[in-house]
Every structure is written in C-alpha cells, then in structure tokens.
C-alpha cells in the first residue's frame, strides 16, 4: 500500500511516499526549484518520490493533503468581516488568491497530478501531531504542537497511544506563540518564515532587559494557556506587518531596517523574547505533563524548532524522553499526513521509527563524475572509502573546510551529514572564517557540534545513552571543554548538538571519529552546504557551483574530491548575491 502526503501553499512544500508503513522517500520542493521555502505544489518532490519507489501515481492508493482549505478559508473570512474595513487590504489581496485557487486545492492536485483518484483531507496540527508521535520511538507519549497557525488553531496538546491520537486542548488564532515569535523576527528587521533562527542566534548575546515588557504583550496563564493583547499585533487586519505602532512605543524604537546595523537594544529584544516563548513552551509542558502523566513527549510544529526551549521542556517539565521530528514545520506535515492516513484512519500498525532524516535523493559516482566533467571540474578519485575519510579527517586538522555530500539529501532544514559544511571546532577563528567567506551571513550566527554518541556526553551536560540525533537540542558545553571546542560553543555556553552513530549515519560517524583519532575530538563542526538565501544543494551541479563561487576550500563528493578552482573567487559579488537572495529581490537560478 502507499500513501502520499502533500503539504503546500502556506510555506515549505513538501511531500512523503509512504510504502506498507515504510518512508520510501520524503523531500521539500525548494531543493529541486532552488527556491528557498517556496510553497507552490511540490511537483518536482512528488515526481521524485513517486520514481524512488519505482511507481506512478496510479499506483499510490490514497493521496493525502496536510490541513483542511475549507476550514482555514473559513477562519480568513471571519476574521477579515470581523473588522471591517480595516481588513480591507487583507480582502483584496487574499480574497483573489482563495476564490481562484485554494479553495479548490483538492482539484489542483488532481489536475497537476493527472489522477481522479480522492484527496483526503488532514486537520493541520494533527498532521503535524502526526509527524512526530507515529514515527517517534514512544508507544504512547504526550504531544505538543505549535505553529504559527493552522486553520483556526494555533497550538494543540494532547496523547498518543498506539496507532491512536486524541488531541485534548487547543489554543485559537489570533492567540499564537508562533506569531508572536514571528513578530519579534519581524521586529528585528529579519525575513519572517525563513529568519527565525538568527533571532535564536543572536538572542545569547542579550539580556532579559524587556521581559516585563514581553509579559504585558503575552498574558499567560500558570497552565500554559495565553492570550496574546492585541493591541500590540496587527496579524488580523494586515498582512504587510505584524506588529502595531503600539508594540514600538512599548519597546521604544521603531522596526530594524533591514541589513542594518545590530545593536545592544536588538540583542536585547532578542534575548528577551526569546525568553518569553521559552517561558509560554515549559508551562505548557509542565501542565501536559501533569494531566497526562506521560513520560514521553512528542513536539511538532514550527516552534518545535526552537532548540532551546526543547530542552528546556525536557529539562523542566518531568518529561524522561523527548521526540521531535526532522521536519517539524509545515512540509514535515506531509509525512505526518502519510502516516496518519496509514496507521490511524486505516488503522494498519505502526512498524517505522525516524532514526534519521536521509529520505532525499542520491547520486552514484559514475552520476558524480559525469556532473563534475561536464561542469569542467578538476578532480580526485579515491582509492577507497577507508581512504577518502583518512584524507578528509586530515584536511578537517589541517584547518581546511569541507564541503561533504555524500548519500541521500536529508528532509528538514537541517544538513545532518549528508550536504553539510565541516570543519574543526578547535579553532576559535573557524565560525568567523565560515560565516564571513562561505555562508556570507551575519557573525552571530552560531554554528552546531556534530559528535560521535558515545564520546557526547564527555562533551555536554547530557545522559551518556541519550540521542539527539537531529540537532533539536541544546545541552551545555561541560566547562572544561569550553576552550578545546570554542567553534561550537555558543555565548551562553550552549551547544545545538548532534550524536553521530555509525548504525543510523554510516561514513558520517567514520569520519568524525577519524577525525577524533587524530585530533583527540570526536567532533566536527556541521553546518549546512549552503549559502545565505540559498537552499542546502541537492544535486553533484549544486555542490560545485557552491563550492566554486565561496570560500570552502574541498568538495568532498562521493569517492572524488575537488580542490581547485578555476581562478579567484569573487567573494564580494558572492555576498551581494546572498543578500539579494535573502531579501527576495533576486530569484534563485
């Protein structure tokens, strides 16, 4: 049996073939189009899927769409006639959208797909419930969701138990910890949707100085229930900004322009709303975990990215486990949908557990080659694998950094060691040298620790068998390791780390651990193959034209590796690019 689930039209479309209870494939759609979280329909991550199991669409039996257009119409509606004629602007520009398109999603589908066969609808943060609970480790496990918003609901707790998922309390729009963060991101003169974790970068280098000022926009309530006072947001009536003249003379300037200058009051800000929605996130999960009495927890939904206040929920809330899965927000719903169809509707039993995010597609070396000659590229074979991680361990030692693709894409906005960016955590210079002449983005922006599990816990305030496998994580950074991993540790003494193991990520584990052979670390520096406004490559064409027009010094790709390039690298003309990318006023090619 397969199911297919579809997630699209909001942001960060993406689909999931599921096999017998098995993912065959999951992927976004902005790695084939190279738009960054493009949300039109994932035709290229569906066609790649569907040529993954080696089938057509006629042979997927359901096919599954990740929130109900309906509802959600029906929420835009009340909400624009609620408060009219400010809404106005909401009206021209959302109206033209719904009536010639959304509303008839279920048709689309079934025209871009050339099938008649039904689209079955999911409800949002059930979808999203969905996607982490049915693959997580846990037979029964508490579950938060939330987001920016779904249809009407914002957040949703509830339980798991088997194939089942009982959703039990709900917070509604405009009540959203996900809009508020959004607000912030905005705020701080950062691209909302997309920029949301420079806001969790840059908020280590503040102080709570405006977490009163937080506590009067969010009213929240000892069991985690808020309200936000509208007053201070604009997200009902406009869709130009989400945050009224009021928020700004409470924090006592106006919004950041963007690519300016970051200063004390920003960090500040940062820091302090970052607090906030940590705040809202653990008296959530304290109250879950008092009503339910689970042990184990499961987040999803675009907050569920948020690291730091993860690990505060499993630090502060009584929780012994926590889950959350790879693709938390929107086009992890279209796994959650797959899944939800298979084993809760169909009520098939649950035999699959995420171990790793590796569900994108892989080239072999005879495809490497033939991409890397076309493209004029000079290169190295290997001898072997053996070879190729002992030389490229010695780069990593030598200072070098690496660019490493190897084996199928990874589903989510993490690179997880399949098309990351490597390098030696050793050396204080490394996050400068990074941000400045490969990613091209902000020097805040920290960079996470990648270690092979049995040796994690030597390095971080963490349970000696505990996985944190999708670097959703942030333990500390044990003092005494402070100095000997300075790359990765962050201001506040953090780390967003990821265990390695050779069961689950294969010659990703050999090379850190070769790389701790002859360093004496066992950890690396991983950071996505990308740069700024870009997403992660996909492809052997991606990788080298990254790695031509940045500072990485190696391609490592397959068996072969590319260590020259054909003349200077415009650096400059690379950065521009990057931030024209970011601010969306260039188009990807």
Request: glycine share 8%; with cysteine.
């Amino acid at each position: 049996m397969y199911v297919l689930g579809i997630s699209c039209f909001y942001h960060d479309s993406g689909a999931a073939l599921v096999k017998d209870g098995q993912v065959v494939a999951a992927a976004e759609e902005e790695r084939f189009n190279r738009k960054k979280h493009d949300n039109g329909f994932p035709a290229l991550a569906i066609q790649y899927c569907l040529d993954q199991a080696g089938i057509t669409i006629e042979q997927v039996d359901h096919i599954g769409f990740y929130e109900k257009p309906l509802t959600k119409f029906s929420r835009i509606l009340e909400t624009i006639l609620a408060d009219w004629p400010r809404t106005y602007g909401s009206w021209i520009k959302s109206m033209p959208v719904w009536l010639g398109n959304k509303l008839h999603t279920g048709r689309n589908i079934q025209k871009a797909l050339n099938t008649d066969k039904d689209i079955l609808y999911c409800q949002h943060h059930m979808s999203h419930a969905a996607s982490a609970f049915l693959v997580s480790p846990f037979e029964e496990a508490a579950i938060i969701s939330a987001d920016g918003v779904g249809e009407w609901n914002t957040t949703g707790w509830g339980v798991g138990k088997g194939c089942e998922i009982e959703i039990l309390k709900e917070i509604n729009f405009p009540h959203s910890v996900g809009l508020l963060f959004s607000a912030i991101t905005a705020y701080l003169g950062f691209r909302v949707n997309d920029a949301e974790w420079k806001v969790m970068g840059l908020a280590p280098y503040g102080k709570p100085t405006y977490l009163d000022k937080f506590r009067e926009v969010v009213d929240l309530k000892p069991d985690g229930s808020f309200r936000l006072n509208m007053e201070y947001f604009t997200h009902t009536y406009s869709t130009n900004r989400m945050f009224s003249r009021k928020w700004e003379e409470l924090f006592g300037q106006p919004q950041r322009p963007k690519e300016t200058e970051l200063d004390d009051f920003h960090r500040d800000i940062a820091h302090s709303g970052q607090k906030m929605v940590e705040e809202i996130m653990v008296a959530m999960g304290k109250q879950v975990r008092k009503e339910t009495g689970m042990e184990n927890v499961c987040l999803a939904g675009g907050v569920g990215l948020n690291c730091v206040a993860n690990w505060r929920i499993l630090q502060e809330c009584g929780f012994k486990n926590i889950f959350i899965q790879p693709a938390a927000g929107d086009s992890g719903g279209a796994l959650g949908t797959a899944f939800y169809i298979y084993n809760t509707v169909l009520k098939n039993p649950r035999t699959y557990v995420m171990r790793h995010a590796y569900l994108g597609p892989s080239f072999t070396d005879e495809e490497i080659k033939a991409s890397l000659d076309n493209d004029g590229a000079k290169y190295t074979q290997f001898d072997s694998e053996e070879a190729m991680i002992a030389q490229t361990a010695q780069w990593i030692a030598d200072g070098k950094v690496i660019a490493w693709f190897q084996g199928r894409l990874e589903f989510g906005p993490r690179a997880l060691g399949s098309r990351s960016l490597l390098a030696d955590p050793r050396s204080n210079k490394m996050k400068d040298i990074i941000n400045a002449k490969v990613k091209f983005r902000e020097p805040f922006r920290p960079f996470a620790p990648a270690v092979i599990r049995e040796k994690a816990h030597e390095y971080f305030e963490m349970p000696k068998d505990m996985d944190a496998p999708f670097m959703l994580l942030v333990p500390k950074v044990r003092k005494e390791k402070h100095e000997i991993i300075p790359a990765v540790t962050h201001q506040d003494g953090t780390g967003r780390v990821q265990t390695v193991t050779d069961q689950d990520n294969g010659s990703y584990y050999r090379l850190i651990k070769k790389f701790g052979e002859l360093t004496g670390v066992p950890v690396v520096i991983n950071t996505s193959f990308n740069v700024r406004g870009e997403p992660i490559v996909l492809s052997p064409k991606d990788a080298y034209h990254t790695y031509l027009n940045t500072g990485i010094d190696i391609l490592v790709i397959g068996n072969y590796a590319v260590t020259e390039k054909p003349g200077d690298v415009d650096f400059e003309a690379g950065m521009e690019r990057s931030v024209k990318l970011e601010s969306g006023s260039l188009a990807a090619t």
